[in-house]
């Protein structure tokens, strides 16, 4: 550019600042709209050109009006979108140094406490903090020394609308890749992010929880108690999350306990059936309450079926845990089509991964049989254990 072509671009920025200055929200209004329309994508060195050298001017004017405005939500969103502008240029990472010295990230972990904040609102805070979380670990490191992770996953559990929820596990999984200063600090919030009420918020925490479990040494134990009530949700997504998240612990020293906790299921499930037996419940409203026992009793076996496929070690282990017996009485479960159906997977990979003498697995296929076929009432188990023998699922289900 000639010298006089760079004298006429300094004189117009000065122009756009003055104005900016003078400026009522309106004003500002209509200036943002139209440099978000004339700006957006463009690099660090275009951004440079475009402002004459001194866009860094533009960008602390706007960090300091959000600063002063967001609590009364003054055009948030505009404000926000324009600095993502800036943030996002690729090139350099000199606009996010600045907005950090500016104070920057902790007006945006304000907004996200802030209880007038909208969630669209707080969803571009959001994704300006992981535009500042991926420019690098000394980045990650301020955000979480800001009380980043402990706002971040507070917004993820309270919110109600999934785009921020995305965001705010996004940002999550970004401030655990190559931040191990603050790894176990991040992994242990997800862990207690795991009891939350959302479903979706509970799908994106597991595959989360997931990721940053592959970077760690150990799993804590606390992780075990939520994980396996996660196993009571009716919506397969959380299912499925929660019974690959077992399966990844396998080879991590919590493994003894979840394999005891999921026996531990069957049973559970086992005793509800029995209180509805004594107590004759019919009524549909305490059949509903106990169906997330018994869905969770499906799973359990589901789980406990990948788990033995293949693995001769924990198919001992699960055998010192009675887990036949279980297995087995969990078949009995006439309430739950789908834990029966489980159950009897469960039992034919026992039977494929596990030495059983040909009588037993006979047996083991006929009582699967009378327990499908026939109703358990007391003549039958008796009829039942009479020819079979004292291993039939119904004389097994009798004693227990």
């Given at each position: 550019m000639s010298a006089q072509g760079e004298a006429a671009n300094i004189g117009k920025v000065l122009s756009f600042l003055r104005e900016w200055d003078r400026g009522d929200r309106a004003a500002r209004g209509r200036m943002l709209n139209t440099f978000l329309c004339q700006n957006q994508g463009k690099s660090f060195y275009e951004l440079e050109c475009e402002f004459a050298q001194v866009s860094?001017?533009?960008?602390?004017?706007?960090?300091?009006?959000?600063?002063l405005t967001y609590m009364f939500g003054t055009l948030l969103g505009l404000q926000l979108r324009a600095i993502r502008v800036f943030l996002s240029a690729s090139g350099h990472?000199?606009?996010?140094?600045?907005?950090?010295?500016?104070?920057?990230?902790?007006?945006?972990?304000?907004?996200?406490?802030h209880t007038q904040s909208k969630e669209e609102d707080k969803t571009e805070a959001l994704r300006l903090l992981l535009t500042v979380s991926n420019a690098g670990r000394n980045y990650k490191e301020i955000i979480c020394e800001s009380n980043g992770v402990k706002v971040t996953a507070e917004c993820l559990a309270k919110s109600n609308t999934e785009?921020?929820?995305?965001?705010?596990?996004?940002?999550?999984?970004?401030?655990?890749?190559?931040?191990?200063?603050?790894?176990?600090?991040?992994?242990?919030?997800?862990?207690?992010?795991?009891?939350?009420?959302?479903?979706?918020a509970q799908h994106?925490?597991?595959?989360?929880?997931?990721?940053?479990?592959?970077?760690?040494?150990?799993?804590?134990?606390?992780?075990?108690?939520?994980?396996?009530?996660?196993?009571?949700?009716?919506?397969?997504?959380?299912?499925?999350?929660?019974?690959n998240l077992i399966l990844d612990l396998k080879c991590?020293?919590?493994?003894?306990?979840?394999?005891?906790?999921?026996?531990?299921?069957?049973?559970?499930?086992?005793?509800?059936?029995?209180?509805?037996?004594?107590?004759?419940?019919?009524?549909?409203?305490?059949?509903?309450?106990?169906l997330p026992v018994f869905v969770q009793q499906a799973a359990a076996a589901k789980a406990i079926r990948l788990l033995a496929e293949g693995n001769q070690e924990i198919s001992r282990d699960l055998l010192s845990l009675g887990v036949i017996q279980c297995l087995l009485s969990a078949l009995g479960n006439r309430e739950h089509t789908d834990a029966q159906v489980q159950a009897s997977l469960a039992l034919e990979v026992r039977t494929q991964t596990h030495t059983l003498t040909h009588a037993l697995t006979?047996?083991?296929?006929?009582?699967?049989?009378?327990?499908?076929?026939?109703?358990?009432?007391?003549?039958?188990?008796g009829a039942c254990a009479e020819s079979h023998g004292q291993h039939?699922?119904?004389?097994?289900y009798a004693q227990t």
């Amino acid at each position: 550019m000639s010298a006089q072509g760079e004298a006429a671009n300094i004189g117009k920025v000065l122009s756009f600042l003055r104005e900016w200055d003078r400026g009522d929200r309106a004003a500002r209004g209509r200036m943002l709209n139209t440099f978000l329309c004339q700006n957006q994508g463009k690099s660090f060195y275009e951004l440079e050109c475009e402002f004459a050298q001194v866009s860094s001017l533009f960008l602390a004017r706007l960090t300091t009006w959000m600063r002063l405005t967001y609590m009364f939500g003054t055009l948030l969103g505009l404000q926000l979108r324009a600095i993502r502008v800036f943030l996002s240029a690729s090139g350099h990472d000199q606009y996010v140094m600045e907005f950090l010295e500016d104070g920057g990230v902790l007006s945006l972990l304000d907004i996200l406490n802030h209880t007038q904040s909208k969630e669209e609102d707080k969803t571009e805070a959001l994704r300006l903090l992981l535009t500042v979380s991926n420019a690098g670990r000394n980045y990650k490191e301020i955000i979480c020394e800001s009380n980043g992770v402990k706002v971040t996953a507070e917004c993820l559990a309270k919110s109600n609308t999934e785009e921020t929820q995305e965001t705010a596990s996004a940002l999550l999984e970004s401030l655990s890749h190559g931040n191990p200063k603050y790894q176990n600090q991040i992994y242990k919030s997800l862990i207690t992010l795991m009891t939350c009420s959302s479903p979706k918020a509970q799908h994106l925490v597991l595959h989360t929880v997931r990721i940053v479990q592959s970077k760690m040494k150990t799993a804590h134990h606390s992780i075990v108690e939520p994980l396996l009530n996660m196993l009571t949700s009716i919506h397969l997504d959380i299912q499925d999350e929660a019974i690959n998240l077992i399966l990844d612990l396998k080879c991590f020293d919590v493994r003894p306990i979840i394999l005891s906790g999921l026996v531990a299921l069957l049973r559970q499930a086992r005793e509800e059936v029995k209180s509805q037996e004594i107590t004759e419940v019919s009524s549909e409203t305490e059949m509903t309450a106990s169906l997330p026992v018994f869905v969770q009793q499906a799973a359990a076996a589901k789980a406990i079926r990948l788990l033995a496929e293949g693995n001769q070690e924990i198919s001992r282990d699960l055998l010192s845990l009675g887990v036949i017996q279980c297995l087995l009485s969990a078949l009995g479960n006439r309430e739950h089509t789908d834990a029966q159906v489980q159950a009897s997977l469960a039992l034919e990979v026992r039977t494929q991964t596990h030495t059983l003498t040909h009588a037993l697995t006979h047996t083991l296929i006929v009582c699967h049989l009378c327990l499908v076929l026939c109703p358990l009432i007391p003549s039958h188990r008796g009829a039942c254990a009479e020819s079979h023998g004292q291993h039939t699922v119904c004389s097994l289900y009798a004693q227990t």
